[in-house]
């Protein structure tokens, strides 16, 4: 009888043992979980476009509670901003909502076709060739590269030419970065007109290239009541920051150059 009751009684005496080892270095060496990046990852979009330089959600969730910016998620914008402030217990670091937007309006029908393109449909390997099929080489070379890298369906190319619809872009600058031409501009989404055009060549030469292209007349300048336009490399160009919207100026623009847009607040 003992010879089997001595090993019994080791083995429960050795499991006690371990098991109270076992928790007290449950105890001494666990490992905190920030359960504010749960609340974090909650609040965030799950939309993992990368747009915020983290490779994801969670990573972002992670980082931002080791100290990261809490604004550099464009898909939530501001109220997001304001939640994540909350949950941190930061200030709210919310700036103005931006939105990207093509300056360009040089689709097929208003710029000459240099040649036709049967290459691969990427606007770096069109632009390769002579600057693209349009006669514009600062225009649109219309074959999607934007469309493509926009995660939110933003952009669609017409007749050679991309078009952002300002109420699914995010202002992630995914498209800007994929532009060859370099014709994708961030701006504020309270801004109502742009001069939508990026032709740096004198006036003659662009209005024979495109039939709406900034011929830098000086119209729009002399017209501006809140001196928010100047020429820069020959073409108009609005200063967001004193615009106030009036209209004035594309109602003088003899060629068309002058977008009106949609403001969202
Ligand atoms: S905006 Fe730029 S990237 Fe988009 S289609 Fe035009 S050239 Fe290509
Ligand atoms: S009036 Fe039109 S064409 Fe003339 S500079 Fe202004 S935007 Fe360009």
């Known amino acids: 009888m003992e010879t089997v009751l001595f090993p019994v009684a080791l083995v429960s005496g050795l499991g006690l043992i371990f098991g109270l080892i076992l928790s007290y270095a449950s105890v001494k060496f666990e490992v905190k979980v920030d359960d504010r990046i749960a609340k974090v990852r909650e ?16 990573n972002y969730a992670e980082a931002i509670v080791n100290g990261a910016e809490i604004n550099r998620c464009p898909v939530g914008g501001p109220e997001l901003v304001a939640k994540l402030s909350d949950i941190m217990g930061v200030e709210n670091q ?34 390769s060739m002579s600057g693209g099929p349009s ?14 890298a926009c995660a939110f369906g933003a952009i669609t190319v017409e007749n050679g030419l991309a078009r952002i619809d300002e109420t699914k872009c995010t202002g ?30 004198k006036g003659a030469v662009a209005r024979k290239n495109c039939k709406v292209a900034c011929i830098a007349c000086g119209k729009c300048v002399k017209t501006c009541p809140k001196e928010a336009i100047t020429i820069v490399n020959f073409k108009a160009v609005i200063d967001t920051a004193k615009c106030e919207n009036c209209g004035e100026c594309i109602k003088v623009c003899p060629t068309g150059a002058i977008a009106k847009y949609t403001v969202l607040m």
């Open 43 to 58: 609040a965030l979009p799950g939309a993992n476009c990368g747009a915020c330089g983290f490779s994801g959600c969670d």
């Open 172 to 201: 992630c600058g995914k498209c800007i970065a994929e532009c060859p031409k370099l014709i994708i501009k961030l701006v504020p989404a309270r801004s109502g007109y742009s001069v939508a055009c990026s032709n740096e060549e």
């Open 94 to 127: 919310a700036g103005e909502k931006m939105v990207a937007r093509v300056m360009c309006q040089g689709s097929w029908d208003k710029v000459n076709i240099k040649f036709d393109y049967d290459g691969i449909m990427d606007c770096r390997s069109a632009a």
């Open 135 to 148: 006669s514009c080489v600062y225009g649109c070379v219309g074959m999607g590269s934007c469309k493509k």
